[in-house]
């Protein structure tokens, strides 16, 4: 009998994975026709799908492989961006990446927060602990999107950096912000205690991972296993995430960090041999665009629409609180400190524009959900609420915004011309 369930699961795990594969890979092709971000059409598809529509996929039924997902495709994407990032560019924005990914992070979090409680008429902790939830940017989100837009490299490089560091100062708010929320109590020591352990401890292991791996896979002496470079790169994101983790760091910042070693590794004298390069190359591009596809998928069958649909409007007013007034005023406060970065007004408006939602404060909803924190369906409908409008409204427009601006690399401009 036992045998016969374990079965019976592994069918539905596979016809799971079946469907989102098969939904990834024709919508991918049909965000290529219209020349719409691909995310966008996985998060519609994955609500159609979904428990809220048709019911064809219910990934609550499989609480431990949704985890699985979500937690794996955000550290491989996440690693994916640190690959792309630049240690000379992010070496003169480095402050105006600390400021948005600290400092902007409450900044959002008390804006969104007072005006939420106003909204709804939370108390003041829960409506914090709501605008907490809400005040990280996402890499998964980001990423993709940046891979179809070619952005000058200084914005590119600062706004996913943004997303990769204000992911645990976000996580440790909102941690902190809950527990006040239950047991009344709040200890600021701890929470700094705590965010400086999960960036020392997040930081150190993704060094360490990133150099050792690319040791590993390189021409040098030790670089025994090059031909295996392919399986390395997920065997890096696996181990950096889950040992960051569990020495109480934060996973997604050590495979961030693992990925911008691995990304720079020329700096030290690393190299890949050519074949094993190409593979690997390969390799991590399938692997990333399967976990994308996934990711939003999967976070598309978790939007409930009955409670989406009871608060829509309050949820919406406070996205555009988020949209309109929050992030304007984060890039304004962190980018005024950072005078070397000399950013023009031009790219401050974009980065105030290019702030998706997406896998993070979902996975923070969906503690709270579980949790039964008083007001946690008001929480869950803005989160979802926020998801959908800036993935659908600002990823779907960024290009547009970008090229209104000026702020495409050299070049790209001309190609869009050129395609239109």
Known sequence: MENTVEAIATNNLLLIFAAIAITGIVLGKVSEIIKVPDVILYLIAGIIIGPAVLNLISIESFPIENNLILTFGSAFILYEGGREINLKVLNKVKISVGMLATIGVIISAGVVGIF????????????????????????????????????????????????????????????????????????????????????????????????????????????????????????????????????????????????????????????????????????????????????????????????????????????????????????????SFDKSAKWSFKDKLFMMWVRETGVIPAALSGIIVSMKIPGYEIISSVVFMTILVTLIVQASTTKLVAKKLGVLEEGQEEKIKSVA
């Not at 409506?127 to 490299?153: H, N, R, Y």
């Not at 204000?166 to 965010?195: C, M, P, R, W, Y």
């Not at 392919?230 to 696996?238: D, N």
């Not at 590794?265 to 190299?271: D, Q, S």
């Open 116 to 335: 939420a409680g106003k909204i709804f008429g939370l108390p003041i902790m829960t409506a914090l602990l709501l605008g907490a939830v809400i005040a990280s940017t996402d890499p998964a989100a980001l990423i993709p999107v940046f891979k179809q837009v070619t952005i000058k490299d200084k914005i590119k490089q600062t706004v996913v950096s943004e997303s990769a560091f204000n992911d645990a100062v976000g996580a440790i708010l909102v941690s902190t912000l809950l527990g006040v929320v239950t047991s009344g109590q709040l200890s600021i020591a701890k929470s700094l205690e705590e965010l400086v352990i999960s960036t020392v401890v997040g930081i150190s292991v993704g060094v360490a991972m990133g150099y050792i791996f690319s040791v590993l896979i390189s021409d040098k002496k030790w670089g025994i296993f090059h031909s295996y470079a392919p399986i390395m790169s997920i065997l890096k994101v696996a181990l950096a995430y889950e040992v960051a983790v569990l020495l109480h760091g934060s996973g997604y910042m050590a495979v961030f960090i693992a990925g911008l070693i691995a990304g720079n590794k020329k700096i030290f004298g690393l190299w890949v041999p050519e074949y094993d390069f190409h593979s690997e190359h390969c390799f991590r591009d399938s692997v990333g665009s399967l976990c994308r596809m996934a990711i939003f998928v999967v976070l598309g069958t978790q939007v409930n629409l009955a409670a989406l649909s009871k608060y829509w409007a309050p949820a919406l007013a406070v996205v555009l609180v988020l949209m309109f007034i929050a992030r304007p005023l984060v890039v304004l406060v962190s980018t």
